[in-house]
């Protein structure tokens, strides 16, 4: 699920849909999981690589990564056995962007 970007006043629709997006990332796992995801050389990861430095088991990573993944925050890549996750391109500016004080958007409307 991504927003449109937000030039005038939200749609009750769009409004939810925010919403929707604010409340998965208003996770702390989630939002380890997006930190640790971009924080890695290739910008990807896979479940192995993310259950230690959680202390999570490798069901409730996935558990995680399938709600990010939903939302539309992660795209996966399956290779042979592994998923390997990465952050996809548009999620966080979109959510950014649908926040955004500045007097531009403000005053777009």
Known sequence: MLLPRARRPLTPEA???LATALKVVADATRLRLLGLIRSQP???ACTCDLTEPLG???PT?????????????LEREKRGR??????????????CQALDPSPQLLAAG
Not at 61 to 73: I, K, N, P, W
């Open 56 to 58: 999570l088991t490798q």
């Open 61 to 73: 990573v996935t558990h995680h990564l399938r709600v990010l993944y939903e939302a539309g925050f």
């Open 15 to 17: 409004a939810d849909d």
């Open 82 to 95: 592994q998923t390997y996750y990465r952050i996809a391109p548009e999620s966080m500016s979109v959510l």
């Open 42 to 44: 290739s910008g990807e």
